[in-house]
Nanobody, 126 residues
């Protein structure tokens, strides 16, 4: 069992930045491949990016590439999502998630993730 808690969301103007945090407990985070997703009202949950267990490999959705950066501090059991140059279309609830242990490689579908946080709201005003 893994418990995930996101924080850091809020209201920001377009062009601004936010850093989200995802604190994990229940299992050493160093054993977990972590992903970030987002869900806007009326839309399906969308892959944002993921980071490998040791943090040496990241992968991003095209919509956020070059603006968002995922990092992790395994000593603090925390994964981060730094969001720069935010746009109104980035408005959503953001979730962190754990990729299923049985799955290898980059997976962008939520079905490959089995533990989820409660989400944190990010609102970008124009």
């Amino acid at each position: 069992q893994v418990l995930l808690t996101e924080s850091g969301g809020g209201l920001v103007q377009a062009g601004g930045s936010l850093r989200l945090s995802c604190a994990a407990s229940g299992r050493p985070i160093s054993t977990l491949t972590m992903g970030w997703f987002r869900q806007a009202p009326g839309k399906e949950r969308e892959f944002v990016g993921r980071i490998s267990r040791a943090g040496g490999s990241t992968y991003y959705a095209d919509s956020v590439k070059g603006r968002f950066t995922i990092s992790r501090d395994n000593a603090k059991s925390t994964v981060y999502l730094l969001m720069n140059n935010l746009k109104p279309e980035d408005t959503a609830v953001y979730f962190c998630a754990v990729q299923k242990m049985s799955v290898v490689g980059v997976k962008t579908s939520p079905t490959f993730y089995d533990y989820w946080g409660q989400g944190t709201q990010v609102t970008v005003s124009s």
